[in-house]
């Protein structure tokens, strides 16, 4: 087979582990930065660390798969866009340590201003990477300033960490922190009990509406910003793409009013999918434009691995990825009963 | 200093402190699964205290090691963006394939084993922690393959501007790599099980618990002699790859100047760099060296001086480092097969000075890992892939170097303070002792 079939399938796959990472530590994070809001009572705050205790650890792995997946097949976009971004991943990568220690550390002494300190670290370091993430693929859909010429093995990049806070990249940002925060408020409205339950779904029902206006604002400043709507105006089919998204925030409203947070749940999760696929079906085939030339783009072809890795990547792939999926799918059948006060304050090894 | 020196340093420090908690969970994990083991087969309630005590101490361990984990593979893209770009067609690879085979699995199952508790069945349970266990230690195989190809590569060619894979096999069966696993994995059970010791002698010292710790001393005993045998074994082996594929790595190893044969290995030694000899060289046993070497006495080891300066791993600190971690290596023998004879005796708990000196040892394996990884990363320079690609022409062209100092001063607060208080709450936890009571978790495992 043609080495850019396996482009395709790897601009694919990268795709699928972007969202799918989001979609997970989507709710993770937003339930982290929500917690203030949502949790009123020390116990409060640890039935609803307890309720993303079992899987969090996994759900940031999609992260470093996605990391991984970007190295070993697409290893010149994986070398310019890590060392391009620099400040901006290095506060990202402090955020996620900082956030996954926290939940560890918290209850590990008994203490309120020890307690009170691990709160305000995990409320900060969940919020920083949704509004990293949303800055970045802001910029990332907008193009970075970078002159790359492959064929003499030359790169260069002209940007810098306040250049990634323009008015796209942030309104990305706030586009990802929403939909997080309405993510995590309906998670924690399906996996609590009593009034923090209520809370989650009175806080995704106030957080819909501003919202669907980030949202709006988004797909339509998305136009002069961006050449994302250079494909889908090229095949108007895939404008199926941000419909399903937009379609399932309406849904997320209806089964909220309907008091159905499980099915609004659901449609959150593939509103985030959709999102993602919207924005990656619209960069294709690139993985970061250049905003200044467009020969300097890294697609999936200039910057790809050779075709021996990604046949070998894909074997692996298409083996351990289904088999991932299956076990957290169990997973998540397991701890699929709600967090109650009750089981946190009688179990010695919650969090 | 400019950027390369820089993010050298950042590297260093960033691996070395994620090494601090890798090891502790490669072995503690396994013998935490095997004290549930015992638990599921025998039903006798102290291994399943056992298991929730040092398995406690496994998990506060356990969360840094995993969030430092990622900067590693965040910083060969942020740091090393040259590196990335020549050589990522086979080196990204293992990192995909450790995340997807091996970290999804720990990282899903740790939450199981953690939380499942009462969720779950005994043996379902058993099964979380061996999955964790064996995950740890099959992502330990992939990531030392991927540091292998650095030290030896293979499978690979020059082409399009870039080192690409032509052989996926010979990465994986690499030798190089095969040995430095076992005894990297070894070595990380030899440090567990003396952290095992060095916790229970703490609290026999003090006749708190004694069966628990006395069963949980004699069990660590065991793994810790069998464990720093085979580390020295494997690590003679290595030694006898690197002077076959790395002499410069050798020759700084051992401090060798001048190309001989029949060489001794002097027990006393101190390396002159600026004069390019050893200022003190004593205590020689004639032919040592070689027969190490190559596995015979004539054997030919070439010097430093055949090297020209800039070619040259910075032999001062190989050397020492390389010294110590064998003397510590040594020590770990010694001392755990003192341990492992007393241990059989009854009243062993008497023999307070060994006690103590077993509480003081718990620094000697930490200490011995970061020395073997000064050796292979320091010894390796000034190459980051031995012989194709040098660390100067890796380094990312794109960042300056005040945010690496930035970044750098941000690890170092960060790491800091979160190694501080991981430490403070293994110290805490270690000397809290077990949990009296687990009858909760036998009376819903019983209906389970």
Redesign the interface.
Known sequence: MDISIFQIIWFVLWGVLWAVYFMLDGFVLGTGFMAGFLAKSDTEKRVLI?AV??????N??W???A???T???F??T???????L??A??LL??A???R??S???RG??DSPVWKKSWDTAIIVASFLPALLFGVAFGNIFKGIPMKNDFAA?N???DGTLIGLLNSYGLLTGVLFVLLFAVHGSLYAAIKTTGDLSRRGEELANKLWLPLLVVAVAFLGYTYPATKLYDNFLKAPVLLIVPLIAVVSLLLVKVFIAKGSCHKAFLFSCLTIVFVVFTGVTGLFPNLIPSNIDPASNLTIFNSS??L??LQ??TV??AI??PI?IC??IW?YR??RARVTNEEVLG????Y | MNVVTLSQLQFAATGMFHWIFVPLTLGLSIMTAWMETKYVTTGDETWLRMTKFWGKLF??NF??G??????M??Q????W?????Y???????P???????A???E??????W???????SKKTHLVAIWLTAVATNVSALIILLANAWMQKPVGYVI????A???D?LALLTNDYGLIKFVHTLMSGYALAAFVIMGVSAWHLLKDNETDFFKRSFKMAATWAFVASILVALTGDFHAAEIAEHQPEKFAAMESIWETKKNVGMSMLVFPDAKNERNAIESLTIPSLLSYMAFRETEGEIRGLKDYPKEMRPPVTPVFLSFRLMVGLGFFMIFSSLVGLVLSRKDNFTDNRLFLTIMVFAIPAPYLAQQLGWLVAELGRQPWIVYGVLKTADAV????TST?VI??LL?FTV?YGM?GA??IF?LV??AKKGP?TDVSSIIQVQGRG
């Open positions: 307890n205790g079992p899987v969090w650890d996994g940031e792995v992260l470093v798969t990391g991984g997946a190295f070993a097949a290893p010149t994986y070398a310019l866009m890590f060392s391009n620099y400040s991943l290095i990568l402090f996620l340590i900082v996954g220690v939940f560890e550390f590990k002494i093995i790169f260069s990049y691995s050779s021996l890795t070998i990547m692996v792939a351990f990825v991932v076990y957290k997973v397991i701890f179990n010695p090894e919650a | 998990l506060i969360a840094l995993v969030v430092t984990g990622i900067t593979e965040f060969f893209g942020l740091n963006s040259e590196y990335s770009r050589v990522g067609d086979i080196f990204g690879a990192l995909a394939i450790e995340a997807t085979l970290f999804f699995l990282s899903v199952f740790i939450g199981v953690i939380f499942g508790w009462n969720k779950i082409r399009n501007g870039r690409e894979m032509n996926f990312s062209k794109s960042i945010q930035l970044s941000g960060l979160l208080i991981d709450l805490k936890y949990d």
